[in-house]
């Protein structure tokens, strides 16, 4: 079945670029989707691409998506400690169906 | 900025009692989830509803839950008789239309006993 992969674990210091990286196996989807969860909070929409584009730059964070490799990016710019979160990739829609495939999220320690 | 709330925060609940985790979901979306994440796992997709009914569900989705829009506002949740293994952090979710953003709530996490 379709996957999505993140490593689990990233430490940066404060100041630094966080790069967070993801690896998908469905390239039908329509968007791929950068989610942040804080601890006992909800999932935050932070950004998403468009499947058909390359990167898209938000402020400090800039998503970088390689379909040939069905590969996805965010890099945060000037991480500071309000960014330690978990960070979800997911995709989808795909077709007619509704539903995102989510990885297994990105703890991301934003050393001081 | 709109945004999905849910409530309860946290339910605590006896295996084989019923649940009803309620969402209230942006006022103007057409498209409504149900997810979960039990602890330590992926974000896993339990059912989707569109237009007064089920769009989609998964394999998690059995007999034992159920969906309604009670009124315009109101989304929820049933699990008819809980399980051990319902554990988990629920999340209700929302979407313009079908191709749009998800944007979820805060999550209600449930412990059954």
């Known amino acids: 079945g379709e996957d999505v992969e993140q490593s689990l674990f990233l430490s940066v210091r404060e100041g630094d670029s966080s790069v967070i990286n993801c690896t998908y196996t469905?390239?039908?989807?329509?968007?791929l989707y950068w989610y942040k969860q804080e601890p006992g909070a909800g999932l935050q929409l932070l950004t998403y691409i468009f499947s058909n584009m390359d990167m898209k730059q938000d402020q400090r964070l800039t998503v970088l998506l390689n379909k040939k490799d069905k590969h996805l990016s965010l890099r945060i710019a000037d991480t500071q400690t309000g960014d330690s979160a978990i960070y979800f990739c997911a995709d989808g829609p795909k077709g007619s169906a509704r539903q995102l495939t989510f990885g297994s999220g990105t703890q991301l320690t934003v050393l001081p | 900025e709109p945004e999905v709330t849910q409530t309860p925060s946290h339910q605590v609940t006896q295996m084989g009692q019923e649940v009803i985790l309620r969402c209230v979901p942006i006022?103007?979306?057409?498209?409504f989830y149900w997810y979960r994440q039990i602890l330590g796992q992926k974000v896993e997709f339990l059912v989707s509803?569109?237009?007064?009914?089920?769009?989609?569900k998964s394999e998690i989705f059995d007999d034992q839950f159920s969906v309604e829009r009670p009124d315009g506002s109101n989304f929820t949740l049933k699990i008819r008789s809980t399980k051990l293994e319902d554990s988990a952090m629920y999340f209700c979710?929302?979407?313009?239309?079908?191709?749009?953003?998800?944007?979820f709530g805060n999550g209600t996490r449930l412990t059954v006993t």
């Open positions: 006022s103007n979306h057409l498209y």
């Open positions: 979710a929302s979407s313009e239309v079908g191709d749009s953003p998800l944007h």
């Open positions: 509803f569109y237009n007064n009914e089920i769009s989609e």
């Open positions: 469905d390239s039908s989807s329509t968007y």
